[in-house]
């Protein structure tokens, strides 16, 4: 999974980008994620690091570029991982809370969440802080 790189993984999917729809659990513990993560084939664990080193390998932006973002990131206090839901879900056309009318539950950091509804400003501010075009 360290070969995708951020912006494919934004990107693939929607408008909007995959991340947009990808569903993580906000209420399990890092021991519970490791245990999903690598027992599950429901579930993925993605670090932002490896995606973002997957973005310099693609010439999306210079490796000193990579190394701003991540920082920045880092400095967000958002986590530097996670273990997404990448297939399995039962809900409605697929999803697991898409059609809920309140939007506000894809990020209060409990149960599912949804990964851009939660971290995409720090994601994206991350790029912006480092004056590099997000690529998604």
Not at 38 to 48: C, E, F, K, P, R
Not at 50 to 67: H, R
Request: proline fraction near 2%; charge should be negative.
């Amino acid at each position: 999974m360290g070969a995708l790189a951020l912006s494919g993984m934004l990107v693939a999917g929607s408008g909007v980008g995959a991340w947009a729809h990808e569903c993580f659990n906000a209420s399990r513990s890092e021991q519970g994620n490791a245990s999903a993560g690598s027992h599950s084939q429901a579930w993925v664990t993605i670090a932002i690091a490896d995606l973002i080193a997957g973005d310099v390998a693609a010439g999306l932006y210079s490796e000193e570029d990579g190394a701003c973002i991540y920082e920045a990131y880092s400095a967000t206090g958002s986590p530097l991982t996670f273990t997404l839901m990448v297939k399995g879900a039962r809900g409605s056309d697929g999803v697991i809370g898409a059609k809920n009318k309140n939007e506000w539950l894809h990020s209060d950091g409990k149960g599912i969440d949804h990964l851009f509804d939660a971290y995409g400003g720090a994601i994206v501010g991350s790029f912006e802080a480092c004056g590099v075009t997000p690529p998604f």
